[in-house]
């Protein structure tokens, strides 16, 4: 079965830096990618996404020029670097696949990892 599992979630202040990492199966190299995050009582919210190939990042406005998406098929991981956190960004990040994507807010994900939780204090 292919699998997708997230790792680098933690506890930070506002301001600081963290790495999340999404290892995934072989099955998923050729497939687009993005991060989703979910706060408690919200809405699972879209993030970033990237191509197969690693082109075309895509982000929603409120972390653009903060958080950057990418990827290594040769390692088989997709990453998400975050900078300059807030408060606003604590929420568990699911990473995920999708069949194909045309580089735009949609990203129709049919597969999910189980999470890791990210939580910045003020």
């Known amino acids: 079965q292919a699998q997708l599992v997230e790792s680098g979630g933690g506890l930070v202040q506002a301001g600081d830096s963290l790495r999340l990492s999404c290892a995934f199966s072989r099955a998923f190299s050729t497939n687009p990618m993005a991060w989703f995050r979910q706060a408690p009582g919200k809405e699972r919210e879209f993030v970033a996404a990237?191509?197969?190939?690693?082109?075309?990042?895509y982000y929603v406005d409120s972390v653009k020029g903060r958080f950057t998406i990418s990827r290594d098929n040769a390692k088989n991981t997709v990453s998400l670097q975050m900078n300059s956190l807030k408060p606003e960004d604590t929420a568990v990040y699911y990473c995920?696949?999708?069949?194909?994507?045309?580089?735009?807010?949609?990203?129709?994900?049919?597969?999910w990892g189980q999470g890791t939780q990210v939580t910045v204090s003020s």
């Open positions: 990237i191509t197969w190939s690693g082109g075309r990042p």
């Open positions: 995920a696949a999708a069949p194909q994507w045309l580089g735009s807010s949609y990203f129709p994900a049919n597969r």
